[in-house]
């Protein structure tokens, strides 16, 4: 982070309120996401994805820089999903596992979010643990992290467990205990 | 107000940064609207109505009643519109001029929204200004009135603009100067 970037902590003396700022957006806007894909370039032929995002219309641009600015990580970049929106829209989006353990995860569990986007948080923070214990390396961790991704944001069926790997082979999937 | 429900002022030495999670959520899900819409029991037979509202998943009523405990007024109701939403929503929602007036348009004077949306919120603020000096009850105020909203939210045509009244007697509508 450099000098110009200031973290939420200095900002916090330009901008008196500013983390509460960024946890009232966040309970309206944001989203924490997790999903297991194909990849079969991964151990498994299944990756794990993790994403923090914050989407406005481009109108909104200069509110999303607040967040890369506060946060001090993540881009904001186009979003590529228009729905039925007619305008432009962006997404504040941080991916990379460092940015989310080291500053995006800390953020919300000192200043905790208050609707109920907090157990997606919940549930987000728990992936990130596992991952950096490495048990999405194993069958049984990557069975455990699709099991969660089930409980979050849509409660979609998650395509791992559907997936033949997970259902014909249930003795792989076992979780060793 | 009672005591039991402090204002925002007093709110604040409670839970500091209380307004600009408020500021920070009503940015991400808050909705400043006013309609034009036919009421034969008014004077012009079309009424003027305000709203500002927070909508959310049942899940999250806590944090629709923490705004209406904040702003000391207002009400938590059901949305009768459900969209694709599989789920109940609420609405926090206010409509009472005073309470706009007095509480509400202050309260983001003070504490200005970061997102595209105080441009609504601004045209909001003109429209009831104006409504406070009875600019309403004259034809061409009413027609300054309608003019702004569709500049609002999803700016759709006014329907006072499209109808007959509006069309058929251009003269009767002419802003006097």
Redesign the interface.
Do not use: L
């Given at each position: 982070m450099s000098s110009e970037n200031p973290s939420g902590a200095d900002n916090q003396q330009e901008r008196?309120?500013?983390?509460?700022?960024?946890?009232?957006?966040?309970?309206?806007?944001?989203c924490f996401s997790i999903s297991v894909v194909r990849n079969q370039g991964c151990r498994l032929g299944w990756q794990v994805q993790h994403e923090f995002s914050v989407t406005?219309?481009a109108?909104?641009r200069?509110?999303l820089e607040?967040l890369s600015t506060f946060f001090g990580c993540g881009y904001v970049i186009e979003n590529q999903r228009t729905d039925n929106h007619r305008e432009l829209l962006l997404r504040f989006s941080v991916k990379r596992r460092g940015d989310l353990v080291g500053t995006v995860v800390p953020f919300f569990e000192e200043h905790p979010l208050?609707?109920?986007?907090r157990?997606d948080f919940e549930r987000f923070s728990t992936v990130l643990r596992k991952m950096e214990a490495g048990e999405h390396l194993t069958e049984a961790g990557l069975r455990q992290i699709a099991q969660i991704t089930e409980q979050m944001n849509r409660r979609q069926r998650s395509r791992f467990l559907e997936s033949s790997e997970a259902i014909r082979q249930p003795s792989r999937f076992r979780t060793s205990s």
């Open positions: 008196p309120g500013i983390e509460q700022w960024v946890v009232g957006f966040v309970d309206g806007e944001g406005q219309a109108p909104s200069s509110a607040e208050r609707t109920a986007k157990f």
